[in-house]
């Protein structure tokens, strides 16, 4: 397998990346409209976390790490790692000394469609990272990949310099150019569900505050008493047992 390693791509600016890092993955997602989002799979390592950067992406070969050593040269400060490989692998391609020397670069996390190892290193450390499985199994460096080309993890299309935010509830990948707008669509989110939030803290209820009563009636379901219920239920259970 050859590759290419893209040494000089665009990158977001930081200020919208630290921006977006004042969101949830949920808000954010939801202010994209629910695009975006990688898959329950890739969970993190620690909790409690919360980190943006930009995306230096990585495609690999399955088993083979090779990849990973060439693109710690491309990170720098404000990044955050994202590998694949070209087949599903659950092997753990990343450990505490790959972060080691991110973390001396300025790097702010990885997140990994592989394994991972060296978790409670890295919890100890504080370097974050989200991978798809952990794995003790090792890996060679014996295969080419590329470097800071566009990759996709379950479904999403991420490019290098797009923004990566990941917390306790997963990833979400925001494109270079949406950035400044998700920012304002998340600001914008946040104000109404603080709204929402003190209306429920007042006794409101969802269903009135929504608007959800109609939406319940139109769909023909129906408030009956505990009598009502259960007299329904034993005319069809004497219904049901007539000859």
């Avoid at 040269?73 to 659950?90: A, F, K, N, R, W």
């Avoid at 306790?168 to 920012?183: A, F, I, K, N, S």
């Amino acid at each position: 397998m050859s590759g290419v390693i893209v040494t000089d791509p665009p990158k977001a600016q930081l200020r919208d990346v630290d921006a977006l890092a004042g969101f949830g993955v949920a808000t954010v997602g939801e202010a994209m409209g629910r695009t975006g989002l990688l898959g329950p799979g890739i969970r993190p390592v620690q909790q409690g976390v919360r980190v943006a950067g930009t995306a230096v992406t990585v495609l690999s070969w399955p088993g083979d790490n090779l990849m990973i050593h060439a693109a710690v040269e491309q990170c720098g400060e404000g990044d955050i790692l994202v590998v694949t490989t070209t087949s599903p692998c659950m092997d753990g391609l990343f450990g505490e000394l790959f972060a080691t020397a991110l973390r001396q670069r300025g790097v702010r996390g990885v997140v990994l469609n592989t394994g991972i190892r060296d978790t409670q290193e890295l919890r100890d450390m504080g370097f974050a990272a989200w991978s798809r499985a952990v794995s003790s199994q090792g890996t060679v460096k014996a295969t080419g990949g590329s470097v800071n080309v566009p990759i996709a993890i379950d479904g999403q299309v991420i490019n290098p310099g797009d923004v990566i935010l990941a917390d306790d509830d997963g990833v979400v990948v925001v494109p270079r150019e949406r950035v400044r707008e998700t920012v304002e669509r998340s600001e914008a989110r946040e104000a109404k569900e603080a709204a929402t939030r003190a209306a429920f803290v007042e006794g409101q209820l969802g269903l009135d505050r929504y608007g959800l009563r109609d939406t319940l009636k139109r769909l023909g379901v129906e408030y009956k008493t505990y009598k009502e219920y259960k007299g329904h239920e034993e005319r069809e259970e004497h219904e049901e047992s007539a000859p």
